[in-house]
């Protein structure tokens, strides 16, 4: 099939190139002229594992194109995607407005049948009145008598960045919301090759699905994480809990680990949402504001911690591991690692930070006299402390003792209890996990 995508960013690329290696034919489009331009080179404009040599192998067989003009590319669509962004306005509720100018762009230029798919996450209602929108916007450009046959499908996309690819290639499930059984047929033949169980529902339905699976994955998170601040307080090992727990399938391991709590471009935002689409319905999602409380609780814990532990921070010079939102991303947006950094930045700490892949854009939003290191052991040179704040794999190929060598204090602040297993006393540290009983 002839797909365009609206939105090239972790969701509208990672999709487009999906798309284009099971076959399609996709026109991806972005208003970010530096980004189509670095694509239509081919080079993909963040990290993300596998999506750099799936876009060569795709770009080679020219099912993949990359232009800023969507005009240029509508009349071929037989398929147009919805991928922007819906961040959180400052209230909670999620910011429609690029899902609303994407919707007028496509009713002003669209002058044939097709078929809309919303693949930004968007609360409960948002498909029926995006519809509308699109069709008032085929009026205003002359095209009444086309708009029985423009129907929208929520298709939400669960991908995880990280391993974006892989998840649309071989996802847990595929949501297909729709009012119009055509409409919703072609969306299932167009995901044909993959094999995935398909769960065929309304628009409604299929926009709750998201936030409830977000929503239960931050509950998860949240609730383990309140059981690591009762094993500190009892004597436990919340990692041996979670074990214990996880090999009940009904419980599962995943979304277990205890730390600084969840973060991202998702979960934040998403939770939020629910709790706003919730109150906005009249009923009070109260398992839904705890969640998010004791995700907040959480930083603020880990933070009066290391203050604690290691008295005034002015002048202190401190290491700082990770900065992405979590590993194998250089994602940073709603980081548990930047804002932490942030509050000890303000506490006058002098922060030395490394982070794999996540350094550049960090360095866009944080103060200037931050510093950052081009390795992990190059961070830590001269650190009273060491802050551990995304579990990145290497972090653990670390060679302690180096370590020991090169800082002048003992302390470890480990917020992902990824070292947890490495026996750091042993090295002279002194060190402090997350619902360890250290
Ligand atoms: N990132 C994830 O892991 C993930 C996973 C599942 C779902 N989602 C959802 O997918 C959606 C997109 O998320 P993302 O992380 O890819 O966002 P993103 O910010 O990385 O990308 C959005 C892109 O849309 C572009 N854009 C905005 N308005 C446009 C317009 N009118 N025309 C063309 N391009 C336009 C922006 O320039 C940007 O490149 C969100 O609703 C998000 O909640 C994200």
């Not at 919303?118 to 948002?126: D, L, N």
């Not at 669960?158 to 072609?186: H, M, N």
């Not at 994480?225 to 436990?236: F, P, Q, S, T, Y």
Request: proline share 3%; net charge negative; with cysteine.
């Amino acid at each position: 099939m002839n797909l365009v995508i609206i939105g090239t960013g972790y969701v509208g690329l990672t999709t487009g190139v999906g798309y284009a290696t099971l076959g399609h034919k996709v026109a991806c489009v972005d208003v970010d002229e530096r980004k189509i331009a670095e694509l239509d080179h081919g080079s993909v404009p963040f990290y993300e594992p596998g999506v750099q040599a799936a876009l060569t192998d795709a770009q080679e067989a020219g099912r993949i194109m990359f232009t800023t003009d969507l005009a240029s590319v509508m009349s071929e669509a037989e398929v147009i995607m919805i991928a922007v962004g819906t961040p959180s306005t400052s209230t909670g509720e999620a910011d429609l407005s690029y899902v609303e100018a994407a919707a007028k762009q496509i009713g002003t230029l669209l002058k044939h049948e097709a078929v809309v798919v919303m693949k930004s996450t968007v609360p409960v209602g948002t498909n029926r009145r995006i519809i509308q929108v699109i069709r008032e916007a085929m009026k205003e450009a002359g095209q009444a008598e086309l708009t029985s046959l423009i129907n929208i499908v929520s298709v939400p996309e669960f991908l995880r960045e990280g391993s974006a690819l892989d998840d649309f290639l071989q996802p847990d499930r595929i949501v297909i919301g729709a009012e119009d059984k055509i409409a919703a047929q072609t969306i299932d033949r167009l995901h044909g090759n993959i094999r995935a169980p398909r769960v065929m529902t309304g628009l409604e339905s299929a926009e709750l699905i998201k936030y409830a699976a977000n929503a239960f994955l931050a509950t998860k998170i949240s609730f383990i994480n309140e059981i690591a601040n009762l094993a500190d307080r009892v004597g436990a090992d919340v990692r041996h809990v979670a074990e214990g727990i996880g090999y009940d399938h009904r419980i599962g391991p995943h979304f277990l680990q205890a730390g600084i709590g969840y973060g991202g471009s998702c979960f934040p935002k998403d939770v939020s949402a629910l709790e706003q689409i919730s109150g906005s319905n009249g009923y009070g999602f109260k398992l839904i504001s705890a969640v998010i409380e004791v995700n907040n609780r959480q930083r603020d814990n880990f933070f009066k911690r290391i203050a604690h532990t290691l008295g005034p921070l002015k002048g202190r010079r401190i290491a700082v591991w990770g900065l992405a939102f979590k590993p194998h991303t250089d994602d940073i947006r709603e980081s548990a690692a930047i804002d932490i950094t942030r509050r000890l930045l303000a506490s006058g700490a002098e922060i030395c930070a490394f982070d794999p892949e996540a350094s550049e854009n960090a360095k866009a939003v944080l103060p200037d006299h931050i510093e950052f290191a081009p390795t992990a052991i190059d961070a830590a040179t001269g650190a009273e402390a060491l802050i551990v704040l995304t579990e990145w794999p290497e972090f653990q190929n670390v060679s302690f003792s180096t370590l020991k060598s090169r800082m002048v204090g003992d302390h470890v602040f480990d917020g992902r209890n990824c070292l947890a297993d490495h026996n750091l006393s042993q090295h002279g540290f002194q060190y402090h996990g997350v619902g360890l009983c250290s």
